[in-house]
């Protein structure tokens, strides 16, 4: 219950703080954010921006999973809201933004599967499974060619399923190529 109340409590202060920046940049300015990008590399991902400042991402990518009693790596399916809280700095200090190349934040859920692990010190019947939800901080940087990197890292609860439960944190990488191209060779867009 009480993971429910915190879950639900960071996805309104995310959703308030995106609605407030929206309104702090008010009509006009530069469109950041690409609507769709989708990305194949080290895993897959693919990105829908939501507003400005806020998107929703999916995908599979390798995955650290730490907890107090062990630790995991390998494929992880994980689902983030993404807010962007640097854009105009990136913009003030002539650096690309394109192909959401900012700074973001958000509540992160990681679910990662025995089968799909490349290692592992944890106890547990074969083929367990956790979950991991709290949060996170990451980066993403795309090239003008399309060459994508992102790290993130996040602290949360695992719930687990035929092993032990826990606290504890996941670092989550990727490499690989924006397939979309959207943004890249035009010129940035400002609304009226």
């Given at each position: 219950?009480?993971?429910k109340?915190?879950?639900l ?13 929206q ?5 006009g ?13 080290t ?5 829908l ?9 999916v ?7 730490v ?65 991991f939800?709290g949060?996170?901080y990451?980066f ?7 060459l ?19 606290y ?20 940035k867009?400002?609304?009226?």
């Open positions: 219950m009480k993971t109340l915190l879950q409590s960071l996805l309104f202060l995310f959703f308030t703080l995106s609605l407030q920046a309104r702090a940049e008010g009509i300015g530069i469109v950041n954010l690409e609507r769709h990008q989708f990305t194949l590399g895993g897959f991902n693919y990105e921006g939501v507003l400005r400042n806020l998107s929703i991402s995908g599979l990518s390798p995955t650290l999973g907890l107090d009693h062990g630790s995991m790596f390998g494929l992880a399916w994980n689902t983030r809201i993404r807010y962007y809280h640097n854009f105009k700095e990136r913009i003030d200090a002539n650096k690309k933004v394109t192909g959401n190349s900012a700074n973001y934040f958000g509540p992160a859920a990681s679910f990662f599967w025995e089968p799909l692990l490349l290692t592992h010190n944890l106890e547990g019947d074969k083929e367990f499974s956790l979950a939800y949060g996170y990451g993403q940087r795309t090239s003008k060619q399309g994508n990197y992102s790290l993130e890292g996040g602290l949360g609860f695992f719930h687990a399923t035929a092993t032990q439960a826990g504890g944190g996941i670092l989550s990488f990727t490499v690989g190529w924006a397939v979309t191209r959207q943004g890249r060779n035009e010129p867009i400002y609304l009226d």
